[in-house]
């Protein structure tokens, strides 16, 4: 029996599998192949949704560019040549489709797979076809948008792996190996959580998926050894809802950077913040700073600093709170740090179309930012998007009423914050003629290479020409744009 994993990529609110991200799904699915069915990890393919579109859509051509030309980010991901994805596909057995997005974003180098999409893709495979992963709740690839649901006659089986995480260890371990397939380099989302403690927003599909439990420390442990033996050096310790609400997160930075010491990118991810204003929580703050790589965000899931959106949607967190949260990391993470980038700050989710948002809401959040600034507070991102309805959460029940009344203001609203907060915000954060470390080039607009730094939210730079995708720069900062920077390599 051949078995073949085919990565669609994922996104959600408490985990990312967006490349430069390997997420946590096809690794514990090949685990779980390989002890379960008695299968050699060497014979269980992985293959990504771009390796699929190139030998299916484009036939294994892929067009030469020129100096006019962008990045094709549809086949940038692949593992394989066109011959070897032909084999591997005309000899598997069972297909497995890692595929969903609940959380929609902008990938810069990289496109997640659709339903429907990959239904066209797949329709002539002579094979059983199982569809895992998120988009068994749903999935979009656009906010203010309905999700895409499963149409159940185009694949054999619809699989929604949640593994305990007694029997995940083993599968975690040896699905570490699919590592050896891919070529590029990725970060390694490493998952310490599952459910949301407090798990009472109106949008959010956690509480769905999961009950609050955390992973033990001593098997996350043995995950990140295991990949940074097979060589992996960037980790986010960020498949949770809430990192500070984890095991014994001091403990557990001080281990891995004790049995880990090469790692060079060690960041979380989600943050509630009404986790960190506590004393234990300004003390993992501190452990933060001290343990992890600089460029690290707590993502904020604020969502709207409206109280009545606040209370309708029954969100998780109050303005007052949110900027208490923000003042003690900004006091113990402010200060930049080896990769030229502010050691630890806080990031901001704010979704429009929740239920009961009025144009106050918008004069709520506008207001709420300008404080932090006035303050002379850092805020490494923030992030505006869309609510997507998603089937069994609270926001199908209300409809998207508020979201169809508001969305011709979507723009102008979101354009507001990035003029009058995300720009200013940037040039405080770097001032111009800050270097930027280990950069990684990786795509082309025309004459433009856009890079990041491996972590959690990375900022884009953009600079001049063509350098070598895939390779490292030093980069100095020379100008701004709304949520990027311009920069020349050093």
Not at 123 to 148: V, Y
Request: with cysteine.
């Amino acid at each position: 029996m051949t078995y073949t994993i085919l990565d669609c990529y994922t996104d959600e609110a408490s985990g990312l599998g967006v490349p430069p991200y390997l997420g946590t799904y096809p690794r514990y699915l090949a685990g779980m192949l390989a002890i379960e069915k008695q299968e050699s990890i060497e014979n269980i393919n992985y293959l990504t949704i771009d390796d699929l579109r190139l030998n299916t859509f484009y036939k294994g051509k892929i067009k030469p560019t020129t100096i006019k030309d962008k990045t094709n980010i549809k086949i940038y991901n692949l593992t394989r040549t066109y011959k070897e994805t032909t084999k591997i596909l005309n000899n598997t057995d069972t297909l497995f489709i890692n595929l969903g997005v609940h959380v929609p974003g902008k990938y810069l180098s990289a496109l997640p797979g659709t339903i429907k999409e990959v239904t066209n893709l797949t329709k002539d495979l002579n094979c059983k076809k199982i569809l895992t992963g998120p988009a068994t709740l749903g999935t979009q690839l656009e906010g203010g948008k309905k999700a895409e649901i499963i149409n159940t006659k185009d694949f054999n089986k619809i699989e929604n792996y949640n593994f305990s995480f007694q029997k995940l260890q083993d599968f975690s371990v040896k699905g570490a190996q699919i590592l050896k397939q891919i070529p590029d380099k990725r970060v390694i989302e490493i998952e310490t959580g599952r459910g949301c403690k407090y798990g009472r927003c109106s949008f959010c599909t956690e509480s769905l998926k999961n009950k609050f439990c955390n992973r033990p420390n001593k098997d996350i442990l043995e995950e990140i050894k295991t990949f940074y033996r097979l060589g992996a050096r960037y980790f986010r310790l960020g498949k949770q809802a809430d990192f500070y609400a984890s095991e014994d997160p001091i403990k557990l930075l001080q281990q891995i950077r004790k049995t880990c010491p090469g790692i060079e990118i060690l960041h979380i991810d989600n943050v509630n913040p009404t986790s960190v204003i506590t004393k234990k929580g300004k003390e993992i703050t501190k452990a933060i700073a001290k343990y992890c790589t600089s460029g690290n965000v707590a993502a904020f899931g604020i969502e709207s600093f409206d109280p009545e959106v606040i209370k309708v949607n029954t969100l998780n967190t109050t303005p007052k709170i949110a900027m208490k949260a923000i003042e003690i990391i900004n006091k113990y993470g402010k200060e930049p740090g080896e990769t030229g980038m502010p050691k630890f700050l806080p990031g901001i989710n704010i979704i429009l179309g929740l239920h009961g948002e009025t144009k106050q809401t918008h004069k709520c959040n506008i207001e709420a930012l300008k404080e932090i600034m006035d303050k002379d507070l850092l805020i490494r991102r923030i992030n505006v998007r869309q609510v997507t309805v998603m089937p069994g959460t609270k926001m199908e029940e209300y409809g998207n009423k508020s979201l169809r009344k508001n969305k011709k203001y979507y723009w102008k609203w979101r354009n507001e914050i990035r003029q009058n907060i995300d720009y200013p915000m940037l040039e405080k954060i770097l001032p111009k003629h800050t270097i930027l470390k280990n950069c990684y080039a990786e795509i082309y607009d025309g004459n433009t290479t856009f890079c990041r730094q491996f972590g959690t939210y990375p900022l884009i730079i953009g600079v001049k020409g063509r350098l070598d995708l895939k390779e490292f720069y030093n980069l100095r900062v020379e100008d701004y744009m709304l949520r990027s920077v311009i920069g020349e390599v050093v």
